[in-house]
T-cell receptor, first 111, second 116 residues
Framework: LAKTTQPISMDSYEGQEVNITCSHN???????ITWYQQFPSQGPRFIIQ???TKVTNEVASLFIPADRKSSTLSLPRVSLSDTAVYYC????????????FGTGTLLAVQP | SAVISQKPSRDICQRGTSLTIQCQVD?????MFWYRQQPGQSLTLIAT?????????ESGFVIDKFPISRPNLTFSTLTVSNMSPEDSSIYLC?????????????FGQGTRLTVV
């Protein structure tokens, strides 16, 4: 399973766009990239998943360059409620897939 | 999607005792996963539980300390045995739905365990 590396923490202000980058140099051909969000005292929650190029949903965008060795989670116009830990994971979603969490990025949004 | 219920949500236990955590899913799943999250840390996978077979444990975790049951496709238990203060953590149950590009993991709210 590919290891991921993220910044430990980031600070932002309400209304700003936040980009969190994750490195996964050893990503395998069959691996997908998935981001999860975790609030205090809750389990992680799925945000977005992609394989290459760009994926967008109602809460975020995911940018993946051609070499797939990194990915960037983009949160548009963050609010205080977006303060959480964001985890980047890679895996192939196969029958024996298990999620291995890295350190995650603590995003602190200030007023 | 999947809705996961964990019991208890929190407990304070005496060292040397054991606690069994229950995880109930609202749909049938092949695999259930148990994680530990120590204060301020990321999630660490303890084991993978399949119905009808022994759980598969990750490095650093053993069955004698964390026995797991998986009696059917919607339920699992994790027991933390002979507890010490170092076992104080949040324990989370997880399942996955879908496959390949549509795989999504769902987590319970966690069980916050404090060992005194």
């Amino acid at each position: 399973l590919a290891k991921t590396t993220q910044p430990i923490s980031m600070d932002s202000y309400e209304g700003q766009e936040v980009n969190i980058t994750c490195s996964h140099n050893n990503i395998a051909t069959n691996d997908y990239i998935t981001w999860y969000q975790q609030f205090p005292s809750q389990g992680p929650r799925f945000i977005i998943q992609g394989y290459k190029t760009k994926v967008t949903n109602e809460v975020a965008s995911l940018f993946i360059p051609a070499d797939r060795k990194s990915s960037t989670l983009s949160l548009p116009r963050v609010s205080l409620s977006d303060t959480a830990v964001y985890y980047c994971l890679v895996g192939d979603g196969g029958a024996t897939n298990k999620l291995i969490f890295g350190t995650g990025t603590l995003l602190a949004v200030q007023p | 999607s999947a809705v996961i219920s964990q019991k208890p949500s929190r407990d304070i236990c005496q060292r040397g005792t054991s606690l069994t955590i229950q995880c109930q899913v609202d749909s049938q799943v092949t695999m259930m996963f148990w994680y530990r999250q120590q204060p301020g840390q990321s999630l660490t996978l303890i084991a993978t539980a399949n119905q009808g077979s022994e759980a598969t444990y990750e490095s650093g975790f053993v069955i004698d300390k964390f026995p797991i049951s998986r009696p059917n496709l919607t339920f699992s238990t994790l027991t933390v045995s002979n507890m010490s203060p170092e076992d104080s953590s949040i324990y989370l149950c997880s399942v996955e739905k879908g496959a390949g590009s549509n795989t999504e993991a769902f987590f319970g709210q966690g069980t916050r365990l404090t060992v005194v």
